[in-house]
């Protein structure tokens, strides 16, 4: 996996398709590559290890045209980030091939296909797929129904570009499992594994379903059904722009969608509030019919999502007294869970092509739970087409691989289900009503964190330019606010870092806490602050460093091996979407401390589209 650009077009296609690769750099990638049909019906690929600059440079020296082709930016699933790994994989120079995806028996169509004569150059499991469609070429088919023959061998998930020197300006995509768009432009078609590769060329677009494959020329396309039906598509027009994936004066896109987040928020909250209650006709239609028959909810995500999963399990326990609980996706569909009547299943995702979520979710449709909501920040994605109700985050597009923007205003999306939810049973209407004003406040409060940038950048520069590790505390709500903080410093700075409750520290942490371990502790005005203030003094005890992101009201004050800095105060029930906020800004500048690739950390993808 990770993007796939294609295109048939009347001009040389080249400086489309490595726009395009430039403008899904933000998914994370190893290798990039690119193969065309040439003018003399030859099949021209050019593949380089590294940045689409390098095979930007690779074209500069080695000059290739064409008005078809297709390109592909790849994160390493199997084989090692290397050239011959690399897509394009072509077959006898007759048929080239981009996939997103995995192939789950990509080791019996190896065996079979050795059988058959075929010499493999790669260790990836994508060469099965282009030897394939070479093996029904060679039987006589047109590579649109050879394309078709194949995807009926394939187990997994998948999204292709296919073209093949025989059949000049023809181009054959199929997706299953994996997203893929078509772009509508002048005179021309474009593919693409997410939109913003396309948003230069064209604002329409054709959203594949599972199963479809599509025949594509630059004047003409048919779609077919799984079934092989010709199907019509509707056309969508994006609102995403040029300038929503600029990273104008910000050094990282990660900053810039940082300080993103009070506009974010109040996006999110747009048109979803009344004066003093929260629109539930937000959700989506007949949301009404399906929460009164809800008796406790079921969440499952990944990574950042997970995060606000569990805090939105805090949330709807404590202030809605509705059952709830949470679950890492790719453990829940192999878990065998017993399933609750009238439960409905929660799916979190920044991208809603998470390929663990999107099985979860059809896990729990046929363990028969109940309706399904997908809390989601991408309108066109296979989550939101496959949920019963929706709630889109608008956080607009989030480019750095470590989620900041879509984390928080996910938050936000959890506390407006939980007061939908919580009006049903334990919740008042004066408690909603304080809820709604909480909420309203939560961008201004935003803002205030935000002007802790400075500090949080000159202690990080105190604490953390040579550390390797580093513990994170928080109580209750905190403790996945805390989790996050953890993630968000391990992905982008590559510092070792874990979070526990504050009040675990006894039975195991406390072996790790020394003066070489800085402690960061997040500390709101609540019942269970005193608590946390025994546990911090268990860590000054042990000569442990502290780093306290400490509610204003507390007075609490920096001293010998505690640095304290203060959050506008803030009512419990917003405080993890704020103090999210310090945490995020602290990862950033300890990450610009150790010089990483902050947009685009090692190993890392922004959308897990494989298991």
């Given at each position: 996996m990770c993007g796939i650009v294609g295109a048939a077009a009347r001009r040389d296609v080249i400086p489309l398709l490595i726009n395009g690769l430039q403008r899904l750099e933000y998914r994370g990638y190893d290798s990039a590559g690119v193969a065309v049909q040439s003018k003399d019906n030859r099949l021209e690929r050019v593949r380089k290890v590294g940045k689409v600059a390098e095979l930007s440079h690779a074209l500069a020296d080695t000059p290739v045209s064409g008005t078809t082709g297709i390109a592909h930016t790849r994160w390493a699933t199997h084989g090692e980030p290397s050239e011959k790994n690399a897509h394009p994989h072509v077959c006898h120079e007759r048929v080239a091939v981009v996939h997103n995806g995995i192939i789950e028996n990509h080791e019996d169509l190896r065996a079979r296909q050795q059988q058959d004569g075929y010499r493999f150059t790669s260790q990836t499991d994508t060469e099965v797929i282009v030897h394939q469609i070479h093996l029904y070429l060679d039987q006589g088919q047109d590579l649109l129904a050879a394309v078709t023959s194949t995807v009926k061998d394939l187990e997994g998930a998948f999204a292709l570009g296919v073209i093949s020197k025989d059949e000049p300006g023809r181009l054959v995509a199929a997706r299953r499992g994996s997203p893929l768009v078509i772009g509508i432009a002048d005179a021309e078609y474009l593919i693409a594994s997410d939109i913003a590769a396309l948003v230069a060329e064209t604002q329409d677009f054709i959203f594949l379903e599972d199963g479809d494959v599509a025949d594509i020329a630059f004047d003409h396309m048919t779609v077919y059904d799984a079934a092989g039906a010709v199907v019509e598509r509707p056309v969508k027009a994006s609102n995403v722009t040029l300038d929503a994936t600029d990273k104008g004066d910000y050094a990282h896109y990660m900053l810039k969608e940082i300080f993103e987040q009070p506009r974010a928020i109040a996006d999110t909250l747009e048109g979803r509030i009344g004066s003093n209650r929260v629109l539930e006709e937000a959700f989506g239609a007949g949301a009404s019919d399906i929460f009164d028959k809800v008796a406790g909810v079921h969440i499952v995500a990944c990574g950042t999502s997970y995060h606000?999963?569990?805090?939105?399990?805090?949330?709807?326990?404590?202030?809605?007294?509705?059952?709830?609980?949470?679950?890492?996706?790719?453990?829940?569909?192999?878990?065998?869970?017993?399933?609750?009547?009238?439960?409905?299943?929660?799916?979190?995702?920044?991208?809603?092509?998470?390929?663990?979520?999107?099985?979860?979710?059809?896990?729990?449709?046929?363990?028969?739970?109940?309706?399904?909501?997908?809390?989601?920040?991408?309108?066109?994605?296979?989550?939101?087409?496959?949920?019963?109700?929706?709630?889109?985050?608008?956080?607009?597009?989030?480019?750095?691989?470590?989620?900041?923007?879509?984390?928080?205003?996910?938050?936000?999306?959890?506390?407006?289900?939980?007061?939908?939810?919580?009006?049903?049973?334990?919740?008042?209407?004066?408690?909603?009503?304080?809820?709604?004003?909480?909420?309203?406040?939560?961008?201004?409060?935003?803002?205030?964190?935000?002007?802790?940038?400075?500090?949080?950048?000159?202690?990080?520069?105190?604490?953390?330019?040579?550390?390797?590790?580093?513990?994170?505390?928080?109580?209750?709500?905190?403790?996945?606010?805390?989790?996050?903080?953890?993630?968000?410093?391990?992905?982008?700075?590559?510092?070792?870092?874990?979070?526990?409750?504050?009040?675990?520290?006894?039975?195991?942490?406390?072996?790790?806490?020394?003066?070489?371990?800085?402690?960061?502790?997040?500390?709101?005005?609540?019942?269970?602050?005193?608590?946390?203030?025994?546990?911090?003094?268990?860590?000054?005890?042990?000569?442990?460093?502290?780093?306290?992101?400490?509610?204003?009201?507390?007075?609490?004050?920096?001293?010998?091996?505690?640095?304290?800095?203060?959050?506008?105060?803030?009512?419990?029930?917003?405080?993890?979407?704020?103090?999210?906020?310090?945490?995020?800004?602290?990862?950033?500048?300890?990450?610009?401390?150790?010089?990483?690739?902050?947009?685009?950390?090692?190993?890392?993808?922004?959308?897990?589209?494989?298991?």
């Open positions: 606000a999963g569990m805090v939105g399990r805090h949330w709807l326990e404590s202030l809605a007294g509705i059952p709830c609980s949470v679950e890492v996706a790719s453990e829940f569909r192999y878990r065998h869970p017993v399933v609750r009547n009238n439960s409905l299943i929660v799916t979190l995702s920044q991208s809603g092509e998470t390929a663990d979520t999107l099985a979860a979710l059809q896990e729990a449709k046929r363990l028969g739970y109940g309706h399904s909501l997908s809390i989601c920040n991408v309108p066109e994605s296979s989550l939101v087409r496959a949920s019963d109700l929706v709630l889109m985050t608008h956080a607009g597009p989030e480019i750095g691989v470590a989620s900041t923007k879509a984390f928080t205003t996910q938050l936000i999306a959890m506390l407006l289900l939980t007061i939908v939810l919580g009006r049903r049973h334990a919740m008042s209407a004066e408690t909603e009503a304080c809820l709604v004003n909480e909420l309203r406040s939560v961008p201004g409060k935003i803002e205030h964190a935000l002007t802790l940038n400075e500090q949080i950048r000159s202690l990080a520069k105190q604490h953390f330019g040579d550390k390797h590790n580093a513990l994170f505390l928080g109580r209750g709500a905190q403790f996945p606010v805390a989790m996050e903080g953890a993630l968000k410093l391990k992905e982008i700075s590559y510092i070792h870092a874990e979070a526990y409750p504050a009040g675990e520290l006894k039975h195991g942490p406390l072996a790790l806490v020394d003066n070489n371990m800085p402690v960061v502790v997040v500390a709101p005005n609540n019942e269970m602050l005193e608590k946390l203030k025994s546990n911090m003094q268990e860590v000054r005890a042990r000569g442990g460093v502290l780093v306290v992101f400490a509610d204003a009201d507390v007075g609490l004050i920096s001293s010998q091996g505690v640095t304290a800095l203060p959050v506008a105060p803030t009512e419990d029930s917003i405080a993890p979407i704020i103090f999210s906020v310090p945490l995020q800004l602290l990862a950033y500048h300890v990450a610009v401390l150790k010089g990483t690739d902050i947009d685009q950390p090692r190993n890392l993808a922004k959308s897990v589209t494989v298991e």
